[in-house]
């Protein structure tokens, strides 16, 4: 069975642009999340997506947006980027989206987003 | 709130040393707790998860990892490093908020094995 699979693997954008990143999440599951790991720190939550619906969103700005398709893929956008926005983007795919806080989340291998 | 406290953030052992990476989690619910491994260039992997099942839990590679609620710490050991073993660990805990699966991950610490 495939695991998360996100692309591009590296990117390298100009302050200012717009960045969109993809994830497939494990076949079977229907909730992804997004992480974003800055060199030297753990993982961050930005959002989570369920059913197509933002289920959780952690303290990033409105330049940061996601969505969830039918197929259970999802799609991050970064607008405006900024030299901060330079990380490792992580898509984490979760058996179910709500009412338990014991899933396993699995990670695929990530984007990296280099702002020049 | 959750936060997880990952103590040291580099840690040299030879080979064949006993591993230990310190964790300890702060929680107003009981929590469901996680270690990853990030190997270079890589996601993350699941190392072990504690579910409540067993404080007292095996994971893969011979790791393993003991709950224990009086210290409110997941300490990860293994009895004997591995050069493999070289990556960056991460402790995690995970708890319900507002109904999504809330995961706030500690700062991580990289592993060095010396041969």
């Known amino acids: 069975d495939a695991g998360v699979t996100q692309s591009p693997t590296h990117l390298i954008k100009t302050r200012g642009q717009h960045v969109t990143l993809r994830c497939s999440p494990i076949?079977?599951?229907?909730?992804v999340s997004w992480y974003q790991q800055v060199l030297g720190q753990g993982p961050q939550f930005i959002f989570q997506?369920?059913?197509?619906?933002?289920?959780g969103r952690g303290n990033f700005p409105d330049r940061f947006s996601a969505r969830q398709f039918p197929n259970y893929s999802s799609e991050l956008n970064v607008n405006a980027l900024l030299l901060g926005d330079s990380a490792l983007y992580l898509c984490?795919?979760?058996?179910?989206?709500?009412?338990?806080?014991?899933?396993?989340?699995?990670f695929g291998e990530g984007s990296w987003l280099t702002v020049v | 709130a959750q936060s997880v406290t990952q103590l040291g953030s580099h840690v040299s052992v030879s080979e064949g040393a006993l591993v230990l990476l310190r964790c300890n989690y702060s929680?107003?619910?009981?929590?469901?707790l996680f270690w990853y491994v990030q190997y270079p260039n890589q996601g993350l992997q699941l190392l072990l998860k504690?579910?409540?099942?067993?404080?007292l839990v095996k994971g893969i590679n011979g790791f393993e990892a003991e709950f224990k609620k009086s210290e409110t710490s997941f300490h990860l050991t293994k009895p004997s490093a591995h050069m493999s073993d070289a990556a960056e660990y991460f402790c995690?805990?995970?708890?319900?908020?507002?109904?999504?699966?809330?995961?706030?991950f500690g700062t991580g610490t990289k592993l060095q094995v010396i041969p």
């Open positions: 984490a795919s979760i058996p179910t989206g709500t009412g338990s806080s014991g899933n396993t989340i699995y």
């Open positions: 997506y369920y059913e197509k619906e933002e289920r």
């Open positions: 504690y579910t409540s099942a067993a404080t």
């Open positions: 076949s079977g599951h229907k909730s």
């Open positions: 995690a805990v995970s708890t319900l908020s507002g109904g999504y699966q809330k995961v706030t």
């Open positions: 929680s107003s619910v009981p929590p469901y």
